[in-house]
C-alpha cells in the first residue's frame, strides 16, 4: 500500500513514515468509599514487562504518567516501537 | 490524549456508581507498511492474567473489544471488579 499512499494524497515524511507506537492506557474507577491500595504503578511495571514480551521496548522509547482524574486514576503508558521488532 | 476522553464526561448513573472498574485500551498505531502479525489478542489474554494477580476478575465481567480505526488497532477490555477483592 505505500506506493498506492503516494498517490492518494497522503504525505508522510521519512521521520515519521518508519514508527510505530504502542499506547496502553489502564483507567481505574473507584468508587467513593474506597480505600484500598493503589496497584497502578506495581501493574504498570508487569504490564511493561508483558509488553515486551511481544515487540522490543527501549526503556528510552516509554513514558509513564499516572494522574486522577476525579473518581479516576489513569495510568499512561506510551511505547514507541523499533523498526522490525514488532511481532517476532 | 484522545482516548482518556472515553473515561472522563462519562456520567454515571446510581446503578453503576457502586461498582468499581478497571479498563484498559491499548492501541497500536501501525505504519501503512507494516505486514507483521498482530499481537493484540495474545496481549490481551496476558494482560488479563497479570491484572487478576491485582485484582480478583471473574471472567464473566469481563468485556473486549478489538477495533481498527484507520492506522490504529484499538484493544479494549473492561473489568467490573468485584467488592472488597481490589488491592489485596
Chains 1, 2 share one sequence.
Do not use: C, W
Amino acid at each position: 500500500m505505500s506506493l498506492l499512499n503516494r498517490f492518494l494524497g497522503n504525505p508522510q515524511n521519512s521521520a515519521t513514515i518508519a514508527k510505530e507506537r504502542l499506547q496502553v492506557i489502564i483507567a481505574h474507577e473507584r468508587n467513593s468509599q474506597s480505600s484500598k491500595a493503589d496497584f497502578l504503578p506495581a501493574l504498570q511495571r508487569e504490564l511493561i514487562s508483558v509488553i515486551s514480551k511481544y515487540v522490543q521496548v527501549n526503556l528510552d522509547d516509554i513514558t509513564v504518567s499516572l494522574e486522577k482524574h476525579g473518581n479516576y486514576e489513569v495510568l499512561e503508558v506510551n511505547i514507541v516501537l523499533p523498526e522490525s521488532t514488532v511481532g517476532r
